[in-house]
């Protein structure tokens, strides 16, 4: 029999999947109004670059905010460190992307609140966080 302490654990643990589950759900559902905007917004901002640049750059962070929702539904931060961040920081490096990824994670971290309710962002939060560490130093 499970200790009442483990009942409210077990409990918590449920509750919390069932929000991160649907944080996950509400981002797969919206990544184009996600990033169109950002799109846009990158083609105003960094007129002088190649649009090809801005797009690897686009498919870049929607594959790290994939990752992003993936490690968050899991609530596992070492998923997102051995799947993303170990190849991520060597592409911006490689393509010398710094500042469109450094602009388009502030657009980022800008719109997602525009879709995610408060309490859905803080979920997600700490995945974003250990992105920007990662990869803008």
């Known amino acids: 029999d499970l200790r009442l302490e483990e009942i409210v654990a077990l409990k918590h643990h449920v509750s919390s999947f069932a929000q991160r589950l649907q944080v996950y759900e509400v981002l ?22 190649k649009q090809e640049t801005i797009e690897r750059a686009l498919k870049n962070w929607l594959g790290t905010l994939r990752y992003c929702a ?56 700490p995945f974003l966080a250990q992105v920007e560490q990662a990869v803008m130093g």
């Open 28 to 49: 797969r559902d919206n990544e184009i109004a996600i990033f169109q905007p950002i799109a846009d917004q990158l083609l105003v901002a960094f007129p002088q670059h």
């Open 70 to 125: 993936m490690a968050m539904l899991l609530n596992n931060p070492m998923f997102l460190q051995h799947r993303l961040l170990e190849w991520l920081t060597d592409i911006i490096q490689v393509h010398q992307t710094q500042g469109i990824d450094t602009t388009l994670y502030q657009f980022l971290i800008t719109r997602l609140p525009e879709i995610l309710a408060e309490e859905q962002m803080a979920l997600l939060q």
